[in-house]
């Protein structure tokens, strides 16, 4: 059976994964607020990313640059003119909509003409009369300082890769990386989507990772398939997604931005559809073109080896933190029939799973076997971090409490603990209980 997005949305909110944000006002639209369970996951997932992509390569460097950025970095990267969506009103039910979401074969530039020739219908009334389309751009305005006005007015940044363009400079005289190198940031963005939708799919506040491999020109291609295998690995080895609901979209050059020559969409059979998970794109040397122009500083890098003087070209993956985690989540839930009965678990990496393991003692009311599960709870803790304890209602609801948030071994000490010093490891994925010495765990 298909999972459904409904299905997801309520196990997040019941197992303290993910609420709908301000939640106790009625919420705000298009923000979500992480509790104990997601904040958990979301980290590891950020964790697992940064390792793979930063600490476990010498050719990566971090970086984290300030979320608001001073506004010449939107006018050089064109986000000022041209960071926006269609927006169109229904006159007849003042609804705003996103003009290319509402009729199939178009896309951000449709004009007034040919959307009303679409003859689109309003999501909300059914009616069809269109106001004309206008151009929402979609950053964050604020002002900063106390003056309110013009020459005040800044942006929070509507992705975190202008962040790392800035201090390329930076980085390439403080720290001399040998050509081919990347820069890797993880961190929020802000976009005033029109209609935000699909649980954390599109959200107005969301947190990216992003790189930018800086090469030379001529060897582009090679390192753009390059970091496109390393994509699949992290995806399929790390985060453990079935490569089967893995697809590559290869962008139509009239599809790609302007000054992209390759452009892959990675998409994920979400319980949505297929959507975009990451993209991969080859930038060329637009960006440090851009900051160069508008700094008036060079972004030229000087060869160490060859002396060889030019502006780096830079591959770009881009992954949505959120996005990878509907992935993982949508990849691990799993319903199953057994006894008439429908067990619901997260089939998590060991890697990813909130808590690595779930102590507890078989009776609560036996002093003796619930002092001895403290013992192998405080040993685990010390070696794993991240252990729970459970000493709530009979073992079957721990066990399915603990297969919905995806903790894949449960501990239980009973009796014979105190015996022969050995305790029940209940698998997650398998059902089935061994004895193992404690030592062993
Ligand atoms: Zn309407």
């Not at 006159?91 to 679409?118: M, P, Q, W, Y």
């Not at 009973?414 to 059902?431: C, I, Y």
């Amino acid at each position: 059976m298909a999972t459904k997005l409904e299905d997801i949305v309520s196990l997040c909110k019941r197992r303290g994964f993910i609420f709908p944000g301000s939640d106790v006002y009625g919420g705000f639209a298009g923000t979500w607020d992480y509790g104990p369970l997601g904040v958990a996951l979301k980290k590891k997932i950020m964790n697992e990313w940064w390792k793979f992509w930063v600490e476990d390569r010498d050719d990566m460097f971090g970086v984290d640059a300030a979320i608001i950025m001073n506004p010449k970095t939107w006018v050089a990267s064109g986000h000022a003119a041209t960071f926006a969506d269609p927006l169109v009103e229904c006159l007849e039910c003042k609804g705003r909509f996103r003009a290319d979401k509402l009729a199939d074969g178009i896309n951000e530039s449709v004009t007034t003409e040919e959307f009303h020739n679409l003859h689109a219908k309003c999501p909300t009334c059914g009616k069809e009369n269109w106001g004309p389309i206008r151009k929402f751009n979609m950053m964050f305005q604020t002002h900063v300082g106390p003056i309110v006005d013009d020459t005040s007015v800044a942006y929070l940044r509507p992705e975190t890769a202008q962040g790392i363009f800035t201090n390329y400079k930076n980085v390439v005289d403080s720290i001399y990386p040998s050509i081919p190198f990347g820069l890797a940031q993880q961190g929020k963005a802000f976009r005033n989507e029109i209609s935000p939708r699909d649980f954390v799919f599109r959200s107005r506040e969301f947190e990216q990772m992003e790189i930018e491999y800086f090469v030379h020109p001529d060897t582009w291609e090679e390192n753009f398939e390059k970091l496109l295998k390393s994509v699949h690995e992290f995806l399929e080895e790390k985060m453990e997604i079935p490569a089967e609901k893995i697809h590559e979209l290869e962008v139509a050059p009239e599809d790609r931005a302007h000054y992209s020559k390759r452009t892959i969409d990675v998409e994920f059979d979400y319980p949505i559809g297929r959507e975009e998970l990451m993209g991969i794109a080859y930038r060329t040397d637009f960006d440090l073109g851009n900051i160069q122009r508008e700094s008036g500083k060079s972004m030229e890098y000087r060869d160490k080896m060859t002396g060889e003087t030019f502006v780096p070209h830079v591959i770009e993956p881009s992954f949505g933190v959120e996005r990878l985690l509907m992935a993982v989540l949508a990849s691990s839930y799993t319903e199953e029939e057994k006894d008439g009965k429908t067990r619901v678990l997260l089939k998590l990496p060991e890697t990813l799973a909130p808590f690595r393991f779930c102590v507890s003692p078989l009776l609560k009311n036996k002093p003796e076997l619930v002092e001895k599960a403290k013992e192998v709870y405080d040993a685990l803790r010390a070696k794993y971090g991240n252990v729970t304890w459970d000493d709530s209602g009979n073992i079957g609801k721990r066990y399915m409490k603990q297969d919905e948030i995806g903790t894949p071994k449960c501990v239980v000490v009973d009796f014979d603990t105190l015996e022969d010093g050995t305790v029940t490891v209940r698998d997650r994925d398998m059902t089935e209980q061994t004895r193992v010495k404690i030592e062993e765990l």
